[in-house]
């Protein structure tokens, strides 16, 4: 059942034939969720483009907001984080974070995102869940605006009333 392997210090000592298998395939997996956890770092030898079409990539399409100004407010939606931009002119969008999820002590993906115009509001939902749970959400909030400034806030799925955000 145990091999005995003999050292050059003439030492003995016992190892599982099953041991060195067990760590080698925990390792693959540990160096696997680590490099499946992180973001692929950027190269920092691009150069940055002005034009309209280099905004961010989002998870969910762009939704544009007009104003009682006729100036659209464009929101979208990364990685459970919405961001906003406010056209100026024919100048370049630039993107600002709105709002992103709650901190949280363990890993968490996004699992819910939802960013739709109704008509009357612009409507945003963002949702994380640990990894490895099951369910919705550690973290969740619902927010709603006509003007892309007063923002109302549905803390938890089992909140139906809009609260105002301070």
Known sequence: MYRYIQVASDSTFSTHPWKTIKVLITSIGMAAAVTACSEPAS??????????????????PTVELPLA????????????????????????????????????????????????????????EIGTQALGAGGCCTSYAAYRSRDGENWEVRPATSITEWQVLE
């Open 43 to 60: 190269p920092t030898n691009q150069t940055p483009d002005s034009s309209r079409s280099a905004g961010p990539v989002f998870t969910t």
């Open 69 to 124: 100004t006729g100036e659209p407010v464009l929101f979208g939606i990364k990685s459970c984080k919405v961001y906003i931009s406010a056209s100026s002119g024919g100048a370049p969008e630039t993107w600002t974070l709105l709002f992103e999820p709650a901190p949280y002590p363990l890993p968490q993906q996004c699992i819910r995102e939802r960013l739709e115009f109704d008509g009357e509001f612009i409507q945003i």
